[in-house]
């Protein structure tokens, strides 16, 4: 089967730093996606890994040990918008799974 | 670029009714995935088609739903009977096929609920 772990919630202040963990246990892997879902709305894209490292995009970087089978996303300067959940997705071939999210909340 | 649309946004129906989604993914968008979100927890790949072929459907409750991608464009995805536990958001996705890596597109989801 395949179990992907996250943080069901957390909580920061703006223009802080905070990191979303995710660890997953699947039977197959091709990458690692992070997308950010706010309250009534769609996901949209953030990040992915495919190979250990860290990738950085702005604000936001995303790290995959695929040896631990572990991610973070990390996010700097915490605005109040950031307030959303963070949602991991691992891709198995042509499927995603994905983890119940992170709810952020970001206080002024 | 337009991006994927469905529709409709809210449903609400009773239980042992029937209600169907409808999906118009981004153009020339080759996959589309529908996905159920039940409150608090992350997407469920429901079905996911490769133009108008079903490449994986293992999760779908196939005794009460069903999908159809017909010409390889538009989907819609149907209930019959819907049961309180359906009640979910139901997202469509889509994407190109660009090497290896390729990333989702949702579309704004359909908010339903089953009384």
């Not at chain 1, 957390?10 to 997953?24: D, H, K, L, R, S």
């Not at chain 1, 950010?36 to 250990?52: I, R």
């Not at chain 2, 337009?2 to 239980?15: H, M, N, T």
């Not at chain 2, 958001?89 to 290896?100: D, F, K």
Request: hydrophobic letters at 35%; charged letters at 20%; proline letters at 4%.
């Amino acid at each position: 089967g395949q179990n992907i772990d996250q943080p069901t919630e957390m909580t920061a202040t703006e223009g802080a730093i905070v990191q979303i963990n995710c660890t997953y246990q699947t039977s197959g892997f091709n990458g690692l996606f992070w997308y950010q879902q706010h309250a009534g709305e769609a996901p949209t894209f953030l990040s992915y890994n495919v190979l250990d490292g860290l990738e950085e995009k702005g604000r936001f970087s995303s790290f995959l040990s695929r040896s631990k089978g572990y991610s973070y996303l990390l996010l700097k300067e915490l605005q109040m918008k950031d307030s959303a959940s963070y949602l991991c997705a691992v891709k198995n071939f042509n499927k995603f799974y994905f983890g119940s999210g992170t709810k952020l909340n970001v206080k002024p | 670029e337009a991006g994927v649309a469905q529709s409709p946004r809210y449903k609400i129906i009773e239980k042992r009714q029937s209600v169907a989604f409808w999906c118009n993914p981004i153009s020339g968008h080759a996959t589309l995935y529908w996905y159920q979100q039940i409150l608090g927890q992350g997407p469920k790949l429901l079905i996911q088609f490769q133009n108008n072929g079903v490449v994986d459907d293992s999760q779908l409750p196939k005794d009460r739903f069903s999908a159809e991608r017909l010409k390889g464009v538009d989907s819609t995805l149907k209930i019959q009977p819907a049961k309180l536990e359906d009640s979910a958001v139901y997202l469509c996705a889509s994407s190109p096929i660009t090497g290896q890596i390729y990333e989702q597109y949702f579309g704004p989801g359909t908010r339903l609920t089953v009384t």
